[in-house]
């Protein structure tokens, strides 16, 4: 019986390995010819430029571009071999990954801040990866547990598994925020007033391995339900990771949202497709490019980073499909952006102090965002009980639905004035003319 578990172990270390793809370097003359690659579902990685990307193929995608009209060379994954050099020195270290957690120590770490702090954090597991790791997502809040009335916000790190900043980066952003509780008056009034999740790892397979993919070599980034490619808002036929991600996403009501990346330096909005190199503008476009400029306006030298300003519309960037972003957004009301922070994928680990001072500011300021806006709460005028109806705004084709426990909503808009309706089924639609402020929310409440 052993003998059979071991040589099932092996072959499914094996399958992992066996399904990781090469990193590759393309070079195209036209944009249409990059949306070709898209069309083909070629593995996208951040690096483009007018002539070249960067990309992950199998052997069978390296045999067909190069029979196409494209150049194509295989060049060294450095966060792979980052990884492999740091495990070979680190091997009869008791800190095997130097100041990066890995998985047992990650754990501990979360347990450790749940244990100290159970006041205002509660430490659950939403699901596990594909190799049985659990899935840790930590709650910080005066009261972790309860639904409370106030936004729900969530950080994802970590979903490439070779993407290991903002891992490391949730990992410093958790003590912050519990060690400044009480003393520290943001600190206390960001836990105080909002419901904060953090993810550090959606991919600690990955991670574990020094491969982007899950260990069923998937892309997570291209797994969710697209508007255009996949429009089925289902966890069918998708990997454990996403299921527990939407679950999740499901079971509660979040706001505003952020999936922090490595590999380049800009904070990146909807809509992510479908054309590669033309901007494809979300209702809300102009609310993401404010909410994205809070983030890189607080950045010491994302606006050097290449990218008009330290952001970019996804799609002009370049286009991917079955993005989280695009799917907290379409489906769920969720404000999310995707937000690279760091042009090496996988740095040496005596730089993430100084990540940290360089990006705890605008980590900070963008959530702070999720108070910004008109909220209130949807309540039968008769019974008092809430009700579950659609928030629209005049002008923005994008409707968000109250939370159906409390009847409280959260329309995230920048300052201007607006036409707020509340339509539920059976009732009179109710409208009301509001002005956001430059900073902060307006109530406006509706009894239908």
């Known amino acids: 019986m052993k003998k059979n578990i071991i040589i099932i172990l092996v072959l499914f270390t094996l399958g992992f390995s066996l399904s990781e793809k090469r990193m590759v370097e393309i070079t195209f003359n036209e944009l249409t010819e990059l949306q070709q690659l898209v069309d083909m579902g070629i593995d ?15 052997d069978e995608e390296f045999l067909l571009i190069s029979q196409m009209n494209f150049g194509i060379r295989e060049i060294p994954n450095e966060a792979k071999l980052y990884f492999e050099e740091l495990k070979q020195n680190t091997m009869e270290s008791r800190n095997p990954m130097e100041d990066y957690h890995n998985y047992i120590e990650l754990t501990a770490f979360l347990q450790d801040i749940a244990d100290n702090y159970p006041e205002i954090t509660r430490l659950e597991s939403i699901g596990q990866s594909v190799q049985g790791r659990e899935l840790w997502v930590i709650e910080i809040s005066d009261n972790p547990g309860v ?11 970590n979903m490439h598994g070779d993407e290991t900043v903002g891992r490391e980066l949730s990992l410093y ?7 400044g509780y009480g003393s520290d008056p943001r600190a206390t009034d960001i ?11 959606m991919n600690p397979d990955g991670f574990e391995s020094g491969s982007r993919y899950n260990a069923n070599g998937t892309d997570l980034n291209r797994d969710f339900p ?12 998708r990997e454990p990771e996403t299921r527990a991600v939407m679950d999740w996403t499901w079971d509660h009501h979040f706001v505003l949202s952020a999936n922090m990346h490595t590999g380049a330096l800009v904070a990146n909005y909807p809509y992510d497709g479908p054309n590669s190199g033309v901007y494809s503008a ?17 950045h010491p030298n994302m606006e050097s980073g290449g990218f008009s300003n330290g952001i970019t519309n996804g799609a002009q960037w370049y286009a991917i499909s079955g993005g989280m972003q695009d799917w907290n957004y379409i489906w769920e009301g969720d404000f999310d952006i ?16 100084g990540l940290w001072e360089d990006h705890r500011e605008p980590m900070l300021v963008y959530l702070e965002e999720v108070h910004d806006g008109v909220r209130g709460i949807v309540i039968d005028a008769d019974s008092g009980e809430p009700l579950s109806a659609n928030i629209s705004v005049q002008g923005i084709d994008h409707d968000i639905l109250p939370d159906p426990e409390n009847g409280d909503y959260y329309r995230l808009l920048s300052a201007g004035t607006y036409t707020i309706t509340a339509q539920a089924f059976g009732y009179l639609a109710q409208s009301e003319t509001v002005t956001v402020p430059l900073s902060g929310y307006v109530e406006q409440n509706f009894e239908l």
């Open 44 to 58: 996208l990685d951040h690096h483009r430029t007018r002539s070249e990307v960067h990309a992950f193929v199998s």
């Open 147 to 157: 639904n409370e009335i106030e936004p729900e916000f969530k950080y994802v790190a």
């Open 173 to 179: 952003l958790i003590e912050w925020l519990v060690e």
């Open 191 to 201: 836990i105080n007033n909002t419901d904060v999740f953090i993810m550090p790892t």
């Open 226 to 237: 697209d508007q255009f490619s996949d429009p089925n808002n289902t966890t069918i036929g």
């Open 282 to 298: 979300c209702p809300d476009d102009d609310l993401f490019i404010h909410i994205s400029l809070a983030y890189a306006d607080a």
């Open 338 to 353: 995707t937000i690279e922070q760091n042009e090496v994928k996988w740095p040496s680990s005596n730089q993430l102090a």
